[in-house]
């Protein structure tokens, strides 16, 4: 079946800092790619997506590239402010929206 | 748009009383989902419906959950007799792959504590 696995942190970065949260999946066919972000006391927002190989999601100075060649996904933001200290989840899903995986969350923290 | 809205926000009941969440999916979503979120182990999908009908309840823990989806702007998650383990932040999502919205939606979950 399809699954996620991502680096399960904590991290923990100083302000300015440059960003990486790995992620590589398994599915069959061509999913679709998430990054979610959940802030203290919030539900999951979508931070940024991909739907076919090669392309690149970015939302707010993050960004991730589809990888089909090596089935990954990483997160990566030039860098961070306090604001982006949250839990990041990578996910996928079929084509038909089906089939969600959740990987287990990476808790970044970031320190003024 | 109104976002996905989940009611109460938070719920304290005690061990062996019925607990009803609610859910309110984003209007036109087809697909609604049911996750459970503890430290322990952390998101769970427990539940969902393709256009009101549930598809896939596999992760439905135990019989004392059952979950409704009544009209397509409406769903609950029951849980008769809760029990200390239930405690968790329960989440409603919704997506809608026919109009390509394939990314699901979260609502700002239910917390409950059941002592």
């Known amino acids: 079946g399809n699954s996620v696995t991502q680096m399960e942190g904590p991290v923990t970065l100083s302000e300015e800092a440059f960003l990486t949260i790995n992620c590589t999946y398994t599915?069959?066919?061509?999913?679709?790619l998430f990054w979610y972000v959940q802030y203290p006391g919030e539900g999951l927002q979508l931070l940024l997506k991909?739907?076919?190989?090669?392309d690149k999601g970015s939302n707010k100075g993050f960004e991730a590239t589809y990888r089909k060649e090596t089935t990954s996904f990483h997160l990566e933001k030039g860098s961070v402010q306090v604001s982006d200290s949250a839990v990041y989840f990578c996910?996928?899903?079929?084509?038909?929206?089906?089939?969600?995986?959740f990987g287990p969350g990476t808790r970044l923290s970031v320190l003024p | 748009d109104a976002g996905v809205i989940q009611s109460p926000r938070h719920e304290v009941t005690e061990m062996g009383q019925e607990v009803t969440l609610r859910c309110k999916p984003i209007?036109?979503?087809?697909?609604l989902f049911w996750y459970r979120q503890t430290m322990m182990r952390g998101l769970e999908l427990l539940i969902y419906?393709?256009?009101?009908?549930?598809?896939?309840d596999s992760g439905m823990p135990e019989d004392r959950f059952s979950a409704k989806m009544p009209n397509a702007s409406f769903s609950t998650l029951k849980i008769q007799p809760s029990e200390p383990r239930d405690s968790a932040v329960y989440f409603c999502?919704?997506?809608?792959?026919?109009?390509?919205?394939?990314?699901?939606?979260f609502g700002p979950g239910t917390r409950l504590t059941v002592t």
């Open positions: 999502a919704s997506s809608s792959p026919a109009r390509a919205h394939v990314e699901q939606y």
């Open positions: 599915a069959t066919g061509y999913p679709s």
């Open positions: 991909a739907t076919k190989a090669d």
């Open positions: 996910a996928l899903c079929d084509n038909y929206g089906q089939n969600f995986v």
């Open positions: 209007s036109g979503h087809d697909y």
């Open positions: 419906f393709n256009n009101n009908v549930p598809i896939d």
